[in-house]
Nanobody, 120 residues
């Protein structure tokens, strides 16, 4: 059974930084890809970033501002968000899938999400 628990959301001012955490439990951590997605009110879910080993992938809207990383000992994936903007507001979800393709497709396990609100 796979469990994903996000934390670290809240209210942040535009231009500031915030770090989200996603704790994973289930199969061996090395066998899964962890991704971050977000969904703003009235909008479709958007791919933010994903990580497999040392390989990473980012959505166009966050590339250069957000950094995804993982601590294998803690089975935790982090999303460091720098220079946040009001458009970054939304519920952030982490998700997991088998270690196949490092992309935004095929995630079959999801956390409950954590709210991020960026004030202007």
């Amino acid at each position: 059974q796979v469990y994903l628990t996000e934390s670290g959301g809240g209210l942040v001012q535009a231009g500031d930084s915030m770090r989200l955490s996603c704790v994973f439990s289930g199969p061996p951590f090395s066998t899964v890809i962890i991704g971050w997605f977000r969904q703003a009110p009235g909008k479709e879910r958007e791919f933010v970033a994903a990580i497999r080993g040392r390989g990473t992938a980012y959505g166009n809207s966050v590339s250069g501002r957000f950094t995804i990383s993982r601590d294998n000992d803690k089975k935790t994936v982090y999303l460091q968000m720098n220079r946040v903007q009001p458009d970054d507001t939304g519920v952030y979800f982490c998700a997991a899938k088998k270690n196949v393709l490092l992309d935004d497709m095929g995630y079959d396990h999801w956390g409950q999400g954590t709210q991020v609100t960026v004030s202007s």
